[in-house]
């Protein structure tokens, strides 16, 4: 038994080195844009009671993150946790006690 026909005839394809060469560069994994990221943790000061404990970024490093420590005086909710305004850090307040602020900061090597 026959197979029926579709109508279309088989072709061949012929690629030159140069088409070869970019359909590989296609399939490669992109490159990174940047050289390698290093994380480095800044550590704000503690703060007074009820105060802002405040880590900044260092010179050549962009925030990527934060957090805080409460200490062991701190006693009720955190009130506030977050960037900087400017968003060269990271700043923390406890309702009431102390608390400690921390920024990831990442530097290009």
Do not use: I
């Not at 579709?6 to 490669?28: D, E, I, K, N, W």
């Not at 490093?61 to 005086?73: S, V």
């Amino acid at each position: 038994m026959r197979a029926p026909s579709t109508g279309l005839r088989p072709t061949s394809v012929v690629l030159t080195a140069a088409a070869l060469a970019a359909l590989a560069a296609l399939a490669a994994p992109a490159a990174p844009a940047s050289a390698a990221e290093t994380a480095k943790v800044a550590t704000g000061s503690p703060s007074g009671p009820g105060g802002v404990s405040t880590a900044t970024c260092p010179a050549g490093t962009h925030l990527t993150g934060g957090g805080y420590r409460l200490q062991p005086d701190a006693a009720g909710p955190v009130r506030a946790n977050g960037p900087t305004a400017d968003a060269t850090g990271w700043s923390a307040q406890a309702e009431h006690g102390s608390v400690v602020a921390f920024a990831v900061c990442e530097t290009e090597d």
